[in-house]
T-cell receptor
Protein backbone atom coordinates (compact mmCIF):
# COMPACT_ATOMS: atom_id res chain seq x y z
CA UNK A 1 0.00 0.00 0.00
CA UNK A 2 1.13 3.52 -0.69
CA UNK A 3 2.13 5.59 2.30
CA UNK A 4 3.01 9.25 2.66
CA UNK A 5 5.16 10.46 5.53
CA UNK A 6 5.61 14.01 6.73
CA UNK A 7 8.22 13.93 9.47
CA UNK A 8 7.79 17.53 10.64
CA UNK A 9 4.57 17.99 12.64
CA UNK A 10 5.33 21.71 13.03
CA UNK A 11 7.60 24.25 11.39
CA UNK A 12 8.07 27.97 11.79
CA UNK A 13 9.61 30.62 9.59
CA UNK A 14 10.22 34.34 9.77
CA UNK A 15 8.33 36.50 7.35
CA UNK A 16 10.28 36.94 4.07
CA UNK A 17 12.49 33.94 4.82
CA UNK A 18 12.51 30.55 3.10
CA UNK A 19 11.24 27.29 4.56
CA UNK A 20 11.28 23.72 3.30
CA UNK A 21 8.69 21.11 4.24
CA UNK A 22 9.63 17.46 3.89
CA UNK A 23 7.64 14.57 2.45
CA UNK A 24 8.58 11.01 1.63
CA UNK A 25 6.39 8.33 0.12
CA UNK A 26 6.44 4.67 -0.60
CA UNK A 27 5.12 3.13 -3.80
CA UNK A 28 5.95 0.42 -6.28
CA UNK A 29 4.30 2.34 -9.10
CA UNK A 30 6.21 4.41 -11.65
CA UNK A 31 3.39 6.61 -12.92
CA UNK A 32 1.86 8.84 -10.30
CA UNK A 33 1.15 12.37 -9.15
CA UNK A 34 2.36 14.13 -6.04
CA UNK A 35 0.63 17.14 -4.53
CA UNK A 36 1.00 19.72 -1.82
CA UNK A 37 -2.23 21.05 -0.34
CA UNK A 38 -2.62 23.97 2.02
CA UNK A 39 -5.35 24.00 4.66
CA UNK A 40 -5.78 27.34 6.46
CA UNK A 41 -8.01 27.68 9.54
CA UNK A 42 -11.00 28.04 7.20
CA UNK A 43 -10.53 24.28 6.51
CA UNK A 44 -10.63 24.82 2.75
CA UNK A 45 -8.08 22.55 1.12
CA UNK A 46 -6.20 24.47 -1.54
CA UNK A 47 -3.94 22.88 -4.12
CA UNK A 48 -0.53 24.54 -3.93
CA UNK A 49 1.48 22.58 -6.46
CA UNK A 50 1.53 19.23 -8.25
CA UNK A 51 4.22 17.11 -9.83
CA UNK A 52 3.90 14.32 -12.37
CA UNK A 53 6.34 11.54 -11.65
CA UNK A 54 7.48 11.12 -15.24
CA UNK A 55 8.55 14.77 -15.43
CA UNK A 56 12.09 15.29 -14.24
CA UNK A 57 11.76 19.05 -14.00
CA UNK A 58 10.68 20.28 -10.60
CA UNK A 59 7.33 22.06 -10.55
CA UNK A 60 7.22 25.75 -9.64
CA UNK A 61 4.30 28.04 -8.84
CA UNK A 62 5.41 31.57 -8.01
CA UNK A 63 7.00 31.42 -4.52
CA UNK A 64 6.36 27.68 -4.20
CA UNK A 65 8.67 25.06 -5.66
CA UNK A 66 9.34 21.41 -5.10
CA UNK A 67 12.42 19.23 -4.96
CA UNK A 68 11.30 15.93 -6.45
CA UNK A 69 13.75 13.08 -6.00
CA UNK A 70 12.06 10.07 -7.60
CA UNK A 71 14.72 7.50 -6.72
CA UNK A 72 14.73 8.62 -3.12
CA UNK A 73 10.91 8.94 -3.10
CA UNK A 74 11.19 12.40 -1.68
CA UNK A 75 9.01 15.41 -2.48
CA UNK A 76 9.80 18.53 -0.47
CA UNK A 77 8.09 21.90 -0.73
CA UNK A 78 10.06 25.13 -0.61
CA UNK A 79 8.28 28.36 0.19
CA UNK A 80 10.30 31.44 -0.63
CA UNK A 81 9.71 34.96 0.72
CA UNK A 82 7.25 33.58 3.28
CA UNK A 83 4.16 35.67 3.93
CA UNK A 84 1.80 35.76 6.89
CA UNK A 85 -0.90 34.29 4.66
CA UNK A 86 1.20 31.17 4.14
CA UNK A 87 0.50 30.09 7.71
CA UNK A 88 -1.53 26.89 7.45
CA UNK A 89 -1.42 23.13 7.66
CA UNK A 90 0.35 21.67 4.64
CA UNK A 91 -0.43 18.18 3.39
CA UNK A 92 1.60 16.09 1.00
CA UNK A 93 -0.47 13.68 -1.09
CA UNK A 94 0.04 10.90 -3.61
CA UNK A 95 -2.14 9.46 -6.35
CA UNK A 96 -1.57 6.82 -8.97
CA UNK A 97 -1.97 8.05 -12.53
CA UNK A 98 -3.32 4.80 -13.91
CA UNK A 99 -4.66 1.51 -12.73
CA UNK A 100 -7.35 0.57 -10.30
CA UNK A 101 -6.62 3.14 -7.60
CA UNK A 102 -6.04 6.23 -9.70
CA UNK A 103 -8.95 8.00 -8.08
CA UNK A 104 -7.72 7.84 -4.49
CA UNK A 105 -5.49 10.42 -2.83
CA UNK A 106 -3.27 9.23 0.02
CA UNK A 107 -2.33 12.00 2.43
CA UNK A 108 0.42 12.52 4.95
CA UNK A 109 -0.44 13.70 8.46
CA UNK A 110 0.45 17.27 7.71
CA UNK A 111 2.92 19.96 8.80
CA UNK A 112 1.64 23.00 10.66
CA UNK A 113 3.50 26.05 9.38
CA UNK A 114 3.68 29.18 11.50
CA UNK A 115 4.92 32.43 9.96
CA UNK A 116 6.37 34.91 12.45
CA UNK A 117 6.22 38.63 11.67
CA UNK B 1 -22.28 27.00 -7.86
CA UNK B 2 -18.67 27.94 -8.35
CA UNK B 3 -17.26 25.42 -5.93
CA UNK B 4 -18.00 22.40 -3.80
CA UNK B 5 -20.31 23.23 -0.93
CA UNK B 6 -21.01 21.30 2.23
CA UNK B 7 -23.64 21.63 4.90
CA UNK B 8 -23.88 22.09 7.74
CA UNK B 9 -20.62 23.88 8.42
CA UNK B 10 -20.64 22.71 12.01
CA UNK B 11 -22.73 20.10 13.76
CA UNK B 12 -22.86 19.26 17.44
CA UNK B 13 -24.77 16.12 18.34
CA UNK B 14 -25.27 13.89 21.30
CA UNK B 15 -23.77 10.44 21.41
CA UNK B 16 -26.18 7.92 19.95
CA UNK B 17 -27.96 10.32 17.60
CA UNK B 18 -27.90 10.02 13.81
CA UNK B 19 -26.43 12.77 11.64
CA UNK B 20 -26.58 13.51 7.94
CA UNK B 21 -23.91 15.52 6.14
CA UNK B 22 -24.42 16.96 2.69
CA UNK B 23 -22.09 17.64 -0.22
CA UNK B 24 -22.93 19.56 -3.39
CA UNK B 25 -20.23 18.92 -6.00
CA UNK B 26 -19.30 21.19 -8.85
CA UNK B 27 -21.78 20.83 -11.68
CA UNK B 28 -20.58 18.32 -14.26
CA UNK B 29 -18.17 16.57 -11.92
CA UNK B 30 -18.73 12.85 -12.15
CA UNK B 31 -16.44 11.83 -9.32
CA UNK B 32 -17.10 12.57 -5.66
CA UNK B 33 -15.06 11.67 -2.60
CA UNK B 34 -15.62 11.75 1.14
CA UNK B 35 -12.69 11.96 3.54
CA UNK B 36 -12.49 12.22 7.31
CA UNK B 37 -9.96 14.37 9.12
CA UNK B 38 -9.49 13.71 12.79
CA UNK B 39 -7.67 16.20 14.97
CA UNK B 40 -3.93 15.99 14.34
CA UNK B 41 -4.35 13.39 11.63
CA UNK B 42 -4.20 13.33 7.87
CA UNK B 43 -7.18 12.69 5.70
CA UNK B 44 -8.70 9.22 5.72
CA UNK B 45 -10.51 7.98 2.64
CA UNK B 46 -14.13 7.01 3.28
CA UNK B 47 -15.96 6.52 -0.02
CA UNK B 48 -15.74 7.29 -3.74
CA UNK B 49 -18.56 7.71 -6.25
CA UNK B 50 -18.03 7.72 -10.01
CA UNK B 51 -21.09 8.43 -12.08
CA UNK B 52 -23.53 5.54 -11.94
CA UNK B 53 -20.88 2.94 -11.12
CA UNK B 54 -20.89 1.04 -7.86
CA UNK B 55 -19.14 3.18 -5.23
CA UNK B 56 -15.92 2.21 -3.52
CA UNK B 57 -16.99 1.96 0.11
CA UNK B 58 -13.78 0.35 1.32
CA UNK B 59 -12.89 3.24 3.62
CA UNK B 60 -16.08 3.35 5.64
CA UNK B 61 -15.00 2.53 9.21
CA UNK B 62 -18.10 0.68 10.34
CA UNK B 63 -21.63 -0.22 9.29
CA UNK B 64 -22.83 2.89 11.12
CA UNK B 65 -21.51 4.88 8.18
CA UNK B 66 -23.31 5.02 4.85
CA UNK B 67 -23.37 7.35 1.89
CA UNK B 68 -25.63 7.93 -1.05
CA UNK B 69 -25.36 9.79 -4.30
CA UNK B 70 -27.93 10.01 -7.03
CA UNK B 71 -26.30 10.23 -10.42
CA UNK B 72 -23.85 13.13 -10.53
CA UNK B 73 -25.58 15.29 -7.99
CA UNK B 74 -25.69 15.77 -4.25
CA UNK B 75 -24.22 13.21 -1.88
CA UNK B 76 -25.17 12.59 1.73
CA UNK B 77 -23.03 10.88 4.34
CA UNK B 78 -25.03 9.41 7.20
CA UNK B 79 -23.60 8.36 10.54
CA UNK B 80 -25.94 6.36 12.74
CA UNK B 81 -25.68 6.07 16.50
CA UNK B 82 -22.80 8.53 16.63
CA UNK B 83 -19.86 7.88 18.93
CA UNK B 84 -17.32 10.33 20.32
CA UNK B 85 -14.63 8.92 18.04
CA UNK B 86 -16.72 10.09 15.09
CA UNK B 87 -15.83 13.67 15.99
CA UNK B 88 -13.86 15.01 13.04
CA UNK B 89 -14.00 17.26 10.01
CA UNK B 90 -15.68 15.52 7.10
CA UNK B 91 -14.41 16.76 3.76
CA UNK B 92 -15.97 16.26 0.38
CA UNK B 93 -14.23 16.73 -2.96
CA UNK B 94 -15.26 16.37 -6.57
CA UNK B 95 -13.46 16.04 -9.88
CA UNK B 96 -14.48 16.17 -13.51
CA UNK B 97 -13.56 12.57 -14.03
CA UNK B 98 -11.84 9.63 -12.45
CA UNK B 99 -8.21 10.66 -12.20
CA UNK B 100 -9.03 14.34 -12.69
CA UNK B 101 -7.96 17.09 -10.36
CA UNK B 102 -9.86 17.61 -7.14
CA UNK B 103 -11.79 20.52 -5.70
CA UNK B 104 -12.52 20.38 -2.01
CA UNK B 105 -15.45 21.70 -0.04
CA UNK B 106 -14.97 23.58 3.24
CA UNK B 107 -15.87 20.55 5.31
CA UNK B 108 -18.33 19.85 8.10
CA UNK B 109 -16.98 19.84 11.63
CA UNK B 110 -18.83 17.17 13.60
CA UNK B 111 -18.62 17.18 17.38
CA UNK B 112 -20.19 14.31 19.30
CA UNK B 113 -20.74 15.09 22.97
Amino acid sequence: AQTVTQSQPEMSVQEAETVTLSCTYDTSESDYYLFWYKQPPSRQMILVIRQEAYKQQNATENRFSVNFQKAAKSFSLKISDSQLGDAAMYFCAYRENSGGSNYKLTFGKGTLLTVNP
Amino acid sequence: GAGVSQSPSNKVTEKGKDVELRCDPISGHTALYWYRQRLGQGLEFLIYFQGNSAPDKSGLPSDRFSAERTGESVSTLTIQRTQQEDSAVYLCASSFSRGGFWYFGPGTRLTVT
